[in-house]
Nanobody
């Protein structure tokens, strides 16, 4: 089963950029559909962006045009580049891996705080 470790979170001012990374180990990364989710205090976890094992992407309406998900199968890594950050993007961001026949796997999360 794959194991996921996120990094790249932190405190950033509104309008700035942050890039998250999620490194996978323990399985064949390229077969997994990978996603970034986030959970703000008092709110449910929501999908931010998804990239399939074939490279197709999908985004939440709230981040379209600002966030970009990508993957590097040679490095077993999925990225989330977040531009024009807003205070409402503040949340814990989680990496997720899905493949048919297996339970989904989550990383431990990385905190993103957007504040002046």
């Amino acid at each position: 089963q794959v194991h996921l470790v996120e990094s790249g979170g932190g405190l950033v001012q509104p309008g700035k950029t942050l890039k998250l990374s999620c490194v996978a180990s323990g399985s064949i990364f390229r077969v997994y559909d990978m996603g970034w989710y986030r959970q703000a205090p008092g709110k449910q976890r929501e999908l931010v962006a998804l990239i399939t094992n074939g490279g197709m992407t999908n985004y939440a309406d709230s981040v379209k045009g600002r966030f970009t998900i990508s993957r590097d199968n040679a490095k077993n890594t999925v990225y989330l580049e977040m531009n024009s950050l807003k205070p409402e993007d503040t949340a814990v961001y989680y990496c997720n891996a899905e493949v048919v026949g297996q339970a989904g796997v989550w990383g431990q999360g990385t905190q993103v705080t957007v504040s002046s």
